[in-house]
């Protein structure tokens, strides 16, 4: 029978002791899981404020101008295919040589809250056309209408032009009409293109003086981009724009940006790119080798915003975990209703942090709605726990958990590293701060 009889230094263990620990860890688990319905509305809300701001974007391009691309000139010229009265077709030549000097005027606009980033662009594009070998293009000499040709410069958005263009063939100014003209719309969508007649040398067959320049003036928004038609394309801009981002096809070959704006310069031959320098009756997309300047704002408060909700699960689990941990160890019960309030609490500081930074930059933001969820959170902690130990205590962990995640936000390349380190580190402190608790003999206190 002693066999059966519990030892004077062993106590058998209530089973209901152990019930109520699980029930109370299962209901942590379901409150969690519930605040991450909040949680992803809040997200919801970020995304429905980013495309408000695309829309008061899109609103001022529309009457500003949107992102410029220029791609150009090209030059077309007319022939007749097999006897005098066959079909009309084209050639398309690009220039020898291209150089575009620019320089963009930068300002930012408002629509309500939001801004917007325009510019005024000067540009001077210059450089000169040679004839290609028409025995390659199968093309009679006899055939080409070369009073007929027409230069064809590609603008993506018409409504930036701000006054009359020219432009300067040899000697002569002509001035550009709307649309392009014997291009077809896959190769250029929109434009302007100048009547031109040419003549051949009749020794060489080639151009005679087919050098040009153009000044164009251009109004857009967030981006201006260049076309590297040039058999060599050296484009050279500057700006007052202090954060640009180059995007593209091709990085400048050289750059310098300081406080006061930027410089920068590419370089790009016709071995770069993945169409012709001529052709005839095909549809090269010359827009895909494109390459420029972006001038967004430079912080996005919605997309940090959005990163920070991404975390919002590890910091109500954690907190509740801290929690769980004070009742275990202190004896001292935190109702799940309690829970529930410290969870919409944590959850009110994604609420402020996206209201506060559409009108304030997004660190001092995020100082303020970390700041005021902390002292909210210590405050309840204080009223609920009777402990100035605890109560300090949690607001040491909270402000710990609040600056790790500013740091992951701010690290955008090191992001997953301090993530993985960050959370390798939280796990080993839950080990060491949970190695001495006695699972199977819990106070009942835990009881609610």
Not at 89 to 116: A, C, D, M, W
Request: proline letters at 5%; one cysteine or more; charged letters at 20%.
């Amino acid at each position: 029978m002693e066999l059966f009889m519990p030892k004077n230094n062993q106590e058998e263990i209530p089973p209901e002791r152990d019930h109520s620990v699980l029930w109370k860890m299962g209901t942590i688990f379901i409150i969690t899981l519930i605040l991450l319905i909040p949680a992803s509305l809040i997200k919801g809300l970020v995304n429905e404020r980013q495309s408000t701001k695309s829309e008061a974007v899109a609103e001022v391009g529309d009457k500003w101008g949107t992102n410029q691309i220029i791609t150009g000139p090209v030059l077309s010229i007319p022939y007749k295919s097999g006897h005098s009265n066959g079909l009309t077709n084209y050639i398309h030549i690009l220039p020898e040589s291209l150089n575009v000097n620019g320089e963009i005027i930068p300002q930012t606009l408002k629509r309500g809250i939001f801004e917007i980033a325009v510019y005024d662009s000067q540009s001077a594009l210059s450089g000169k056309f040679e004839f290609p070998d028409l025995e390659k293009l199968k093309v009679d000499p006899e055939a080409l209408m070369l009073d007929q040709a027409r230069l064809n410069l590609g603008i993506s958005d018409m409504k930036g032009i701000e006054n009359d263009i020219k432009v300067k063939w040899n000697n002569d100014e002509i001035s550009f009409e709307p649309g392009v003209s014997h291009l077809h719309k896959d190769v250029l969508k929109t434009g302007i293109s100048a009547p031109l007649t040419l003549s051949l040398s009749p020794t060489t067959q080639n151009l005679e003086n087919a050098d040009f320049k153009i000044q164009l003036n251009l109004k857009g928004s967030e981006s201006l981009a260049f076309v590297p038609v040039g058999k060599e394309t050296n484009v050279k801009i500057f700006s007052s724009w202090n954060s640009p981002s180059f995007n593209g096809d091709f990085v400048p070959k050289e750059r310098t940006i300081t406080e006061t704006g930027f410089n920068a310069s590419w370089i790009v031959t016709h071995l770069n790119r993945n169409f012709p320098q001529n052709w005839k009756n095909s549809r090269p997309d010359l827009n895909s080798a494109a390459f420029g300047v972006d001038f967004y704002i430079p912080v996005d408060n919605y997309q940090k915003s959005e990163r920070s909700i991404k975390y919002a699960i590890l910091f109500i689990g954690l907190t509740f975990l801290v929690f769980f941990f004070i009742e275990v160890r202190n004896k001292r019960p935190v109702h799940p209703v309690q829970y529930s309030l410290i969870g919409i609490a944590l959850c009110f500081f994604y609420l402020l942090l996206v209201s506060i930074s559409e009108h304030l930059s997004f660190n001092f933001s995020y100082l303020i709605a970390s700041s005021s969820t902390i002292i909210m959170v210590t405050g309840f902690t204080k009223a609920v726990l009777k402990n100035t130990n605890l109560t300090l205590m949690m607001g040491s962990i909270l402000s710990t958990l609040y600056l790790f995640i500013f740091m992951l936000i701010q690290l955008e390349d090191y992001a997953l590293l301090t993530r993985s380190i960050g959370l390798f580190l939280i796990l080993g402190l839950i080990m060491f701060f949970s190695r001495k608790i006695d699972w199977y003999r819990l106070n009942n206190s835990l009881k609610i």
